[in-house]
Nanobody, 122 residues
Framework: QVQLVESGGGLVQAGDSLRLSCAAS????????VAWFYQAPGKERDFVAGISRFGSITYYADSVKGRFTISRDSAKNMVNLQMNSLKPEDTAVYYC???????????????WGQGTQVTVSS
């Protein structure tokens, strides 16, 4: 079983950048695919970006393609989400999730972090 802890959220202005991190413990992290999701108030939790077990495959939601980059550092058991050119509509709680499968479907993920708030002001 793996435990996930997100960090790096904060309050920024439109156009700024943030780097979120997801630190894993308690399991063999390299056997899990990881994804980031976000959830704005009153909305569903939506897929943002995902990365395969060894980092060779990455995939993104259309809304963040070209602005966000997901990466993983296997030595540190960490997955990062670099977010550039942030927009007010990116404001949400961001969660990382892990599972054996690589999927955009939030219902397929068994392991979740507690989330980190990202707020982008206009």
């Amino acid at each position: 079983q793996v435990q996930l802890v997100e960090s790096g959220g904060g309050l920024v202005q439109a156009g700024d950048s943030l780097r979120l991190s997801c630190a894993a413990s308690g399991g063999t992290f390299n056997t899990y695919s990881v994804a980031w999701f976000y959830q704005a108030p009153g909305k569903e939790r939506d897929f943002v970006a995902g990365i395969s077990r060894f980092g060779s495959i990455t995939y993104y939601a259309d809304s963040v393609k070209g602005r966000f980059t997901i990466s993983r550092d296997s030595a540190k058991n960490m997955v990062n989400l670099q977010m550039n050119s942030l927009k007010p509509e990116d404001t949400a709680v961001y969660y990382c999730a892990a599972d054996r499968r690589m999927t955009r479907d939030r219902n397929e993920y068994n392991y979740w972090g507690q989330g980190t708030q990202v707020t982008v002001s206009s």
